[in-house]
């Protein structure tokens, strides 16, 4: 079954540290780019962050720069963001996502060209 499982998420104090994770089971993760999105309630999905396949190339949406990095380890088939600063506007559901049915090389902070998402995980920042 070819699918992508985010972990990591929880509940975590102001200016906390978290690191998400995002595996794929049935397919290899190397060819493809990753991208982290987030949603809070009420609010329209957004963009975190993104990784390139073969470079590890990484983009950031103002929001995450300077506090988040994202990273990939495709021996173990999985993409990290290691967020830290942490700030009750980050919380979340946040979701991992791959162009896997495309099949293209797919790169950008645009949810758009992303066709296989994660489940999410919830990220609760709050004293």
């Known amino acids: 079954q070819v699918q992508l499982v985010e972990s990591g998420g929880g509940l975590v104090q102001p200016g906390g540290s978290l690191r998400l994770s995002c595996t794929a089971s049935?397919?290899?993760?190397?060819?493809?780019?990753i991208g982290w999105f987030r949603q809070a309630p009420g609010k329209e999905r957004e963009a975190v962050s993104c990784?390139?396949?073969?470079?590890?190339?990484?983009m950031y949406a103002d929001s995450a720069k300077g506090r988040f990095t994202i990273s990939r380890d495709n021996a173990k088939n999985t993409v990290y963001l290691q967020m830290n600063s942490l700030e009750p506007e980050d919380t979340a559901v946040y979701y991992c996502?791959?162009?896997?049915?495309?099949?293209?090389?797919?790169?950008?902070?645009?949810?758009?060209?992303?066709?296989?998402w994660g489940q999410g995980t919830q990220v609760t920042v709050s004293s």
């Open positions: 996502a791959a162009p896997y049915y495309s099949g293209s090389l797919y790169y950008s902070l645009s949810p758009d060209g992303y066709d296989l």
């Open positions: 990784i390139s396949s073969a470079d590890a190339r990484a």
């Open positions: 049935g397919f290899t993760l190397d060819y493809f780019a």
